[in-house]
């Protein structure tokens, strides 16, 4: 059969499904290696694509693993930030605790010893009142001393000057009496002796 014969055949000849005929051995061998290299094109194109996104994947992998421990150091980072922050925390807050502490032990002797001082003071106050109390006694007694004394130290004085007067106008008599005796006698003799 020649070419012709064989086309008016796979013309003339239709499927039930209103295909064509059997296609003849070169035909079928034209379609099958048209197919194959087809199939070998989309095969590449996968393989490329499956490289490609083979590749892509290893990529997002290494990204993640990096991501992963760059995480895990910050992690790490971060915990030994907060350890030491916390314990300077700590730290800090025990010296605080530490002074708090000696303060309100200062303020709690600052309170007793300013108690201490204001019963001092009061007992020194009471002392001075009472002393006060008892000079002033003691300088009314011996105002009233000097006054009685004053007084009868008066009293003696004018008894003294009563008895000095009394004494001196009996020495004044006396003794006119005994000059005037003297003088008369004196003149007396005085005449005589002339």
């Known amino acids: 059969m020649s070419k012709k014969a064989k086309g008016k055949k796979g013309k003339g000849k239709k499927k039930k499904g209103g295909g064509l005929g059997d296609p003849t051995p070169e035909e079928l061998s034209w379609i099958l290696q048209t197919e194959k290299e087809s199939l070998q094109k989309k095969?590449?194109?996968?393989?490329?694509?499956?490289?490609?996104?083979?590749?892509?994947?290893?990529?997002?992998?290494?990204?993640?693993?990096?991501?992963?421990?760059?995480?895990?150091?910050e992690v790490e980072r971060t915990a030994d930030i907060i350890s030491d922050m916390t314990r300077q925390y700590k730290?800090?807050?025990?010296?605080?605790?530490?002074?708090?502490?000696?303060?309100?032990?200062?303020?709690?002797?600052?309170?007793?010893?300013?108690?201490?001082?204001?019963?001092?003071?009061?007992?020194?106050?009471?002392?001075?009142?009472?002393?006060?109390?008892?000079?002033?006694?003691?300088?009314?007694?011996?105002?009233?001393?000097?006054?009685?004394?004053?007084?009868?130290?008066?009293?003696m004085l004018k008894e003294t000057l009563n008895k000095m007067k009394t004494r001196i106008e009996n020495a004044n008599k006396q003794w006119e009496e005994e000059n005037e005796t003297n003088i008369i006698q004196r003149f007396d003799e005085h005449m005589k002796m002339k």
């Open 43 to 73: 095969l590449i194109d996968e393989q490329h694509r499956a490289n490609t996104e083979k590749a892509a994947e290893n990529e997002v992998k290494s990204k993640v693993m990096k991501i992963e421990k760059d995480f895990e150091e």
């Open 91 to 155: 730290s800090k807050e025990e010296d605080l605790l530490n002074k708090i502490c000696n303060f309100e032990e200062r303020v709690t002797k600052l309170k007793e010893t300013t108690e201490e001082r204001k019963i001092t003071i009061d007992t020194l106050k009471k002392e001075k009142e009472d002393k006060l109390d008892e000079k002033n006694k003691l300088i009314k007694e011996l105002k009233d001393n000097i006054d009685s004394m004053s007084s009868q130290f008066a009293e």
